[in-house]
């Protein structure tokens, strides 16, 4: 029986016990790092954590990650373990980690190639290809080959952090398939490094000369001898048993790496689909495709989801490019989400008639008049089919010729994995056999008989694919903590391993074998399994490249990996059912990885954007801390609950314990900015900042805090004190010895001055009234009705009240042209800092005091605006967790309100017309928590017709006091380079609905101001 504890432990002497490095392993990192390796070893039980899972069910913890930065590292790690000592050593590697079936999860050393590999080295227009790093992003290599008119055409929905090596090593392909192929039908050539360290280079080469190489002595010789043995010589056979489809059998592609009808041999087509097992690729040529000019997308509405799959072939024969499916379990979770508000126009409900399946069929041309007749044809079958035989379910389609409303479906398209991992409840869609692949025409018998295996468990599930290549992506909901369930998953796999090949097709027609490789026998065939073997035996005798995927070596006793592999679930299984539920958030997390999305211009997740450390991004996080909740079970701790109130005037420096994993926890947590987006943006909503405010309070229950966390902590009471003689409080603050003391011993640096003249004074100057709860209540008493109409309060924050009081009388200025009385209320505080900090208790006192005094004022029925995004939201959010009466109130940003209040007001103001154009960059919460902020503002600024760009921006990188730590300024610097200094040095006139976002423009491109877009309409009305 464990012993209840009520002291956060520590777990250095845990970690050695139970999860130490194997002793050969170290030598073996001894030894490398002895010889300079040139990259990073993480031999960190928390760098290894990360490396432990990808977007699948299972979980294997690895002996350390490399990182090598160059080709040549990767053959010194390799020629290292060819010594005597380090022979029992494998290896595996590792791109974006997006893998749903483990393919890259190995007990033994990760070599991934994402941090470093991520360079596009060539691109030749005129011949049409690319040659790059296999840890390219796949949208990365289409941004940088976009301006020459081309794109890599196998699309996944992963696209945004899946690496091309990833994509070659499962030979990965998704929409559009049946026009452009699998990933493996656009490699030219490959370079991969072979476990002897010697680089093996593939292209296209003449059988003679194939069989000219393998008459050497070399590795590569005995390559080429083996595959002449099986490919050529095996040739009758292997065209007998793989089947024709579009998703060929893949891992090892014995049929294509012979092309007999051009007597060519390739062995890229053998690395392509080989997960790993085989070598190691760190660079690809590959072909690229026109960019088509001209497409347009029939989206097909069905009452039924079989009706969707039965229809599929008809659609197919109207030469379309892809035919996409999803059904209603998918589209009711995507009404919930933050992305429906872009699709909902172009899949509007048809009256009385609910939607339960749609199919998206895209048409994609160079020339317009190539798309016309298709689509013409499409719409006039699918008119006949709705009046004539409403038996075939359809109920109706549009037609979508914009640009970016087409991608904004596929975005949706895209999101369906990580928007089923939403579904409410234990059970959560699961991928085991989510990628099965049957001839077309049989894909609607085939899933019925699919549904019939999952409806017989009474199981929920979502399906969604490319139906016109056969592959649909069934997720069935399954709760992997329960052992009942995890039994059900391989009862079910097995059920659908004999289904798939009743119908003649493949159990892994896109994500590849990895732990499923235990059924590759059954579907190769023992003939042509044995040929498998011995390619892994010539190129990896010693079965230590990602060993058991694929097949084993021949004439070894080696095994397959399973299904019933450890699984996450086992682990999170640990954690009491009640500390699950109150960390949820986090237990969440499915591994879906889009916090790993490359592009800088997202919000989520700046600091996975800035370092590159997964450690740092939502996934990363929520991994250690569902490990950090196992390791307090096991110790009998329970962080469910708050600390008790008890100061500790011994705490331990946080020197102390070295090793200790809460400060391995404690780092990844203390890069995070808190913007928010994850709570938003995942899709299964893993809100970071919720679960970090809740383990920092408990780490500085036991170690003591810095002193600049109780600076933050009484930041919105020293501010409201100093701006009592602002003057010399900024003189105080701002001279050259405060500054050395406030960097050296708090850790700040570029703190903002306090406003001159204050809001005080301003609001006095114009006359207007400032009061607090009790005060407006008396004032509204004597009001007449329409006065009423004509007030509207001002809910104050901490950072435009002290800091930015410009910007609040701009506000009353331009509620004041509108014919408003604006009303100050009295500042009682907001705490969002204090949340940040962990310092919860604090946190909920204020809270409550803020809310108690907001509810007070909703009772008087009058608008209550305010002016900072984040504080706002942290009102009406964070807010929730700790109040002990309900949130009655409503407190509206600025420009929802003007929405309301402008179409009948509009003519009481004009507003001249700008010099130079208006861009608007908005704030990282407000644009994911908010997402139609920004448009919002468009609208505003149209009604005077001035036109108002909107730029895509990340995280400014200051993110409240996270920018003006001195610790952070390597992270917010890159962030302000990576996505905001490009748009705000243009010659253009910058609007920003953020304070902090204006205080990183004003630090950092000092000759530019950004201003709140209120600022501008007040500074230009009349």
């Known amino acids: 029986m464990v012993q209840v504890v009520n002291e956060l432990p520590s777990y250095a002497a845990y970690e050695r016990r139970q999860q130490r490095i194997q002793s050969v392993y170290q030598a073996y990192l001894l030894e490398l790092e ?15 954590l990360i490396a432990a899972t990808d977007n699948s069910v299972y979980q294997q913890l690895p002996q350390a990650v490399l990182y090598p930065r160059t080709q040549a590292a990767l053959q010194q790690a390799f020629q290292l373990a060819q010594q005597a000592a380090f022979r029992s050593i494998q290896f595996a590697p590792r791109g974006g980690g997006t893998g749903t079936n483990g393919q890259s999860l190995t007990a033994g050393i990760v070599i991934d190639l994402s941090r470093y590999f991520n360079q596009v080295l060539e691109i030749d227009p005129e011949r049409a290809w690319v040659r790059c790093q296999s840890g390219v992003v796949k949208d990365a290599l289409n941004d940088a080959v976009r301006p020459h008119g081309f794109f890599f055409s196998p699309d996944l929905s992963t696209s945004n952090r899946a690496t091309i090596g990833g994509m070659i090593n499962t030979d990965a392909s998704g929409q559009g398939s049946l026009v452009y192929g699998k990933t493996s039908d656009h490699i030219l050539e490959l370079r991969a490094v072979l476990l002897n360290g010697e680089v093996l280079h593939t292209a296209p080469i003449s059988l003679q000369q194939a069989q000219e190489k393998a008459r050497g002595e070399t590795l590569e010789a005995a390559i080429y001898r083996q595959v002449l043995a099986t490919c050529v010589d095996k040739r009758a056979a292997i065209c007998a048993k793989f089947p024709p489809l579009n998703r060929f059998l893949t891992g090892y592609d014995l049929k294509h790496c012979y092309d007999e009808d051009r007597q060519l041999i390739d062995l890229s087509r053998l690395l392509a689909g080989s997960e790993g097992t085989l070598a190691i690729i760190v660079e690809a040529k590959l072909n690229l495709t026109l960019i088509p000019q001209h497409k347009v997308l029939v989206n097909v509405k069905y009452d039924d ?25 998918v589209l009711d979770l995507a009404r919930n989400d933050i992305i429906w508000h872009q699709v909902a126009s172009q899949l509007e409900d048809v009256a009385d008639k609910p ?23 499409l719409c006039q079958q699918l008119e006949h089919l709705i009046a004539n035989q409403p038996e075939q379910g359809i109920i109706g389609y549009q037609v979508c010729a914009d640009g970016k409303s087409i991608q904004n479906i596929y975005a949706m398209r895209k999101k369906a994995v990580g928007l089923l991992g939403a579904t409410k409840g234990r059970r959560k869609p699961v991928a085991f056999a989510e990628d099965t692949a049957v001839p077309p025409e049989h894909l609607a018998d085939f899933i019925l008989e699919f549904r019939a295996i999952l409806d017989r468990e009474q199981l929920h599930y979502g399906m969604f694919g490319h139906v016109d290549a056969g592959v649909l992506h069934v997720r069935p909901a399954l709760d992997m903590t329960n052992p009942d369930d995890e039994q059900l998953l391989r009862k079910i796999s097995d059920q659908v391993a004999a289904l798939t090949a009743k119908y003649g097709g493949l159990m892994w027609g896109e994500h590849g074998k990895g732990y499923r490789s235990e059924y590759a026998p059954k579907f190769f065939g023992d003939e042509l399994y044995q040929e498998l073997q011995k390619l892994k035996a010539v190129f990896d005798p010693d079965n230590r490249l990602n060993p058991g995927k694929i097949c084993t070596p021949w004439g070894t006793s080696a095994s397959l990996v399973s299904v019933d592999a450890t699984k996450r679930g086992f682990y999170d299984r640990q954690i009491p059912i009640h500390v699950q ?17 490359y592009d800088a211009d997202s919000a989520m997740c700046p600091s996975f954007k800035a370092t590159g450390d997964r450690r740092f991004s939502p996934k990363g996080r929520a991994t250690l801390i569902r490990e950090w909740l196992r390791l307090n079970a096991e110790h009998g701790f329970d962080a469910s609950q708050p600390p008790a109130a008890k100061w500790h005037p011994m705490k331990a420096v946080t020197g102390a314990f070295a090793d200790d994993f809460n400060h391995e926890v404690k ?39 810095p002193a600049k966390d109780f600076l933050v902590k009484q930041v919105e009471s020293l501010a409201s004190g100093l701006a009592r003689a602002p003057r010399l409080a900024n003189w105080l603050t701002h001279n050259g010895f405060s500054r050395w003391v406030t960097k050296r011993w708090f850790g700040y640096v570029d703190a903002p001055k306090l406003s001159v003249p204050t809001l005080h004074k301003r609001w006095q100057q114009q006359q207007w009234l400032s009061m607090d709860e009790q005060q407006l209540t008396a004032h509204v008493a004597t009001l007449t009705s329409a006065q009423r109409d004509n007030i509207v309060v001002v809910v104050q924050d901490p950072f435009t009240s002290f800091y930015e009081a410009e910007l609040v009388e701009a506000f009353g200025t331009l509620a004041s042209h509108l014919g408003f009385q604006p009303i100050l209320l009295r500042f009682a505080g907001n705490g969002k800092a204090q949340h940040v900090k962990g310092y919860l208790k604090d946190f909920a006192k204020t809270a409550n005091r803020v809310a108690k005094q907001l509810n007070h004022v909703s009772q008087l029925q009058l608008p209550m605006v305010g002016l900072d995004a984040s504080t706002v939201l942290c009102l009406h959010d964070e807010y929730r967790s700790v109040l002990t009466e309900p949130l009655n109130y409503q407190v509206q940003l600025s420009q929802t309100w003007l929405l309301d209040v402008l179409p009948s007001r509009v003519e009481r103001v004009a507003v001249a017309t700008p010099n130079l154009d208006l861009q608007l960059l908005t704030h990282c919460t407000e644009q994911t928590a908010m997402p139609k902020a920004a448009s919002e503002w468009q609208q505003i600024f149209a009604l005077w017709q001035i036109p108002l760009a909107m730029a895509n921006t ?18 917010s610097t890159k962030l302000y380079d990576l996505s905001w200094r490009n748009k705000v040095e243009r010659e253009v006139v910058t609007l920003a609905t953020g304070f902090s976002c204006r205080s990183q423009v004003e630090r950092h491109s000092p000759s530019k101001r950004a201003l709140h877009p209120l600022q501008w309409l007040a500074a230009n009305c009349r």
């Open 34 to 48: 002895r010889a300079q390796f040139d990259g990073d070893i993480d031999g960190s039980y928390s760098g290894r």
């Open 305 to 329: 989801f079989q009706s969707a799959l039965r229809h599929a072939p008809a659609l197919v024969q109207a030469r379309a490019t892809s035919v996409e499916t999803i059904d209603s379990n």
């Open 355 to 377: 939607m339960r399946g749609i199919n998206m069929v895209e048409f994609t041309a160079v020339a317009k008049a190539d798309i016309d007749d298709k689509v013409a044809s």
């Open 667 to 705: 780092a990844a947590m203390d890069s995070c900015l808190a913007c928010k987006a994850c709570a938003s943006q995942c899709p299964v909503k893993v809100d970071v900042p919720a679960f970090r405010a809740r383990f920092l309070e408990w780490y500085h229950h036991k170690y003591r805090r």
């Open 581 to 597: 539920e109150s960390y949820q958030p986090a237990l969440n997390c499915n591994g879906n990885g889009l916090c790993f999305n």
């Open 954 to 971: 990340g995280c400014c990188g200051m993110a409240g006091t996270f920018g003006h730590e001195s610790n952070n300024q390597a992270i």
